[in-house]
């Protein structure tokens, strides 16, 4: 184990060293001095919020001027149709009723649009009397169509098209084919007239593709020869001879590259999880960074929510389809414009890693900080998440082989950190207690604490206080999940919020019908035995993350647990069971809360638990950072009534945040559960004050790093099975979990 574990931390302290450089270079600073450099690009963004909802209409085509909408269901008569609906350069929106262009007797749907000379046409798939066609219409002042003639000549009466380029007076159409009851993807080549000059179908499905500079087709497809070891390829097609050419590239350079907007010149660009923009060829496979999305004035959260409708080196453009509650139901536009010159440069250059994507609370801070600090930038690093990276042991066993690339992972944080390249904030890496260490992160208990500094009284300030430890907190959260078991008030004689072990299990007899919610509920076994541990991680382990079992917390937990189901059904008839209340909104739309329900904690030996405190989003500052001040300023920033009401997840810690959010939260429950239940539902406002309590109970935090409940649940295997004692195996984890602490450190 310790041979296998310097063997990771010596390669890892190279790749640091060599990411480090890497991070520098991409940011024109030295280890010392990390700033905006000069010839660091700008992109301005414009963020519009169309009058087009979401749930009416659908976008389908665009270029630098214009976005095509397809309407398919109305907002007055609820009916569906097939409108167009049209965004000129101008923001102006138009509608095209494509009804009043037929007969009555016709039946059509909008299949696709293309742009040609600087127009804008529209293909629909139009059936009368039994007989199909794929008709082209150009769309002219943004009112009215006039038919231009169909794509007529395949051989196949059933097919309908998909896409369209338009080059040198040639149409160039994907098409789906009709055949054996399912449909295979064909190509076709057009001329001017819109006569069929040469027409070929692919052995396999279509991922996308375009044009090369030979004006021949070039596509990504997924061959499926082999079942076991699916790929994708790219290929040139001669149309005339009926073959495709498949090129040499490696099958990983195509990897999800359909999910990315195909312009017409051989390119795909993709919006990457490391918020950049990189655009490959399809058909020689290369791909460079054409940006990077942190050097913008969008909201990051924004634009990680949104997906590329268009794009070029110059403009890039996004449409938001995440919908949360207190954002519009209206399609937002998000365009991205290449400016002369960088406004920041010469700011030093805050690093802020995350530990998966980046959250709305997060980004908003680093918006509001970027655009309003004389002297600091904040810099969204990805090398830290588990979304990008990569470099770590590699196992077969799924399960392990995660586990390994959180371990490699906080390996090569903490290395970087102790040397001084690492980042200067952390953001929800709570989930990694090896982490709360002076080694690694300040302790923000004392600043916090200093009333000239910070006001602890604008916020619900036991979520902080359920993550102290020993009287410090390395990381602090910054909203308000709390989580428990949902039951009768009177399941707890007194005034406590939480359970003794025989109180619960009382409880499940006499009230549950013997069904414990936190074995059918929550998932079994293995997920209540790891919640047990990680809201008892201030009982279980010391200030060095060495694990504690002979307090008897431990055992009771193990007891608990021993003869669950491992993966018992779900017993959806069950009313008491453990939920998590994250966001208010989603809570009361659920109608979640109950005059004769109260939330408790976990069963613990005297009751003394209230509920969990999730700390999803969290936040610390790097000890080895050079620039306290300013990362503490982020903190505040992050913690802000402005930026907490952003907050489009989780409730905000902030309380006047919280009640600006539960005031619009009575207005979205109620319309929701209209639409849902089909029925009038008047929230009582006193029910915030009661979800508020349920606040202010929770002072347990969920915490432990995931290997070493992996570690447990392995050794406890002959426990469960009754083939050994607890004191048996209780040695042999204590070993291992306390020399995986002694490795990290």
């Known amino acids: ?376 930038y904040a810099y969204v690093t990805m090398d830290y998440s588990r979304l990008t990276f990569n470099d770590y042991e590699k196992s077969d066993d799924s399960d392990v082989n995660s586990y390994n690339k959180d371990i490699a992972l906080i390996s090569k944080l903490g290395n970087d950190i102790s040397n001084g390249t690492g980042p200067d904030i952390l953001l929800d890496f709570a989930r990694y207690s090896s982490l709360n260490n002076s080694d690694y992160l300040y302790d923000l208990m004392s600043v916090i604490n200093d009333k000239s500094k910070f006001n602890r009284s604008d916020y619900f300030d036991n979520i902080f206080d359920a993550y102290e430890k020993s009287g410090k907190l390395f990381q602090l959260p910054v909203s308000a999940c709390i989580g428990g078991i949902y039951a009768s008030d009177t399941a707890v004689s007194d005034s406590r919020t939480g359970f003794t072990y025989p109180e619960y299990e009382d409880y499940v007899l006499s009230e549950c019908e013997g069904f414990d919610p936190l074995e059918y509920n929550l998932g079994g076994r293995d997920r209540c035995f790891s919640l047990m541990v990680r809201s008892r991680y201030d009982d279980l382990f010391d200030s060095e993350n060495h694990l504690i079992t002979n307090n008897g917390v431990f055992s009771n937990i193990c007891s608990y647990v021993r003869d669950m189901n491992e993966n018992p059904d779900f017993d959806e008839a069950n009313a008491e069971r453990f939920v998590e209340f994250n966001r208010i909104h989603f809570d009361l739309s659920r109608r979640l809360l109950n005059e004769n329900k109260q939330l408790y904690g976990l069963p613990s030996e005297d009751g003394s638990n209230g509920p969990i405190v999730f700390a999803y989003e969290s936040i610390g500052i790097c000890s080895k950072t050079s620039q306290f001040d300013q990362a503490f300023e982020f903190v505040k920033c992050i913690l802000s009534y402005e930026v907490q009401i952003q907050n489009v997840v989780y409730n905000p810690v902030n309380r006047e945040a919280f009640s600006y959010y539960a005031e619009d939260a009575i207005s979205y429950a109620e319309a929701k559960i209209k639409k849902i239940y089909g029925q009038s539902y008047e929230v009582d406002p006193a029910i915030i004050d009661e979800y508020i309590e349920y606040i202010c109970s929770a002072n347990t935090c969920y915490m432990c790093d995931d290997y070493v409940i992996l570690i447990m649940n392995e050794e406890l295997q002959p426990y469960y099975e009754h083939q050994k004692e607890l004191d048996d195996v209780m040695p042999i984890i204590e070993n291992r979990v306390n020399n995986m602490a002694d490795e990290q450190h």
């Open 1 to 376: 184990m310790k041979y296998k574990a310097v063997k990771i931390l010596t390669v890892l302290l190279v790749l640091s060293l060599v990411l480090s450089v890497v991070s520098c270079a991409r940011s024109g600073s030295s280890k010392d001095k990390r700033i905006v450099a000069e010839d660091t690009p700008w992109y301005e963004c414009q963020k519009k919020k169309l009058d087009i909802s979401i749930e009416n209409a659908i976008p389908v085509f665009a270029d630098k001027n214009c976005i095509v909408f397809s309407k398919f269901r109305d907002e007055t008569t609820g009916d569906y149709c097939d409108n167009l609906v049209l965004l000129d350069s101008n923001d102006k929106v138009h509608d095209i009723d494509v009804a009043e262009f037929f007969d009555g007797d016709e039946q059509f749907s909008i299949k696709s649009c293309f742009s040609k000379d600087g127009d804008c046409y529209a293909v629909i798939y139009l059936t009368e009397k039994g007989v199909s066609h794929n008709s082209v219409y150009k769309i002219k002042d943004y009112f009215a169509l006039e038919y231009i003639g169909d794509f007529d000549s395949l051989r196949e009466e059933s097919y309908y098209v998909d896409r369209v380029i338009a080059s040198n007076d040639r149409y160039y159409a994907h098409f789906y084919v009709l055949m054996n009851n399912s449909y295979k993807d064909a190509f076709g080549v057009f001329d001017s007239g819109l006569n069929l000059i040469s027409e070929m179908r692919t052995d396999n499905p279509v991922m996308t593709w375009s044009l090369n500079n030979n004006s021949q087709i070039v596509t990504v497809e997924y061959d499926q020869s082999n079942i076991a070891d699916p790929a994708q390829y790219s290929a040139v097609l001669d149309l005339e001879k009926g073959l495709e050419k498949r090129t040499d590239v490696a099958s990983e350079n195509f990897d999800d590259i359909n999910l990315g907007y195909a312009s017409d010149d051989a390119f795909c660009y993709k919006s990457n999880t490391d918020f950049t923009i990189s655009k490959t060829n399809i058909e020689t496979g290369e791909k460079t960074v054409v940006a990077d999305l942190n050097y913008s004035s969008g909201n990051l959260f924004d634009l990680q929510c949104s997906s590329l409708v268009y794009c070029d080196e110059e403009t890039f453009v996004f449409k938001k389809d995440s919908i949360y509650p207190s954002e519009s139901m209206n399609w937002t536009l998000f365009t991205l414009t290449k400016q002369k010159s960088n406004p920041h440069i010469g700011k030093q250059l805050l690093y802020v890693a995350p530990n998966f994507n980046l959250g709305s609370l997060a980004a908003a801070a680093i918006n509001r900080l970027n655009m309003t600090s004389q002297d600091t």
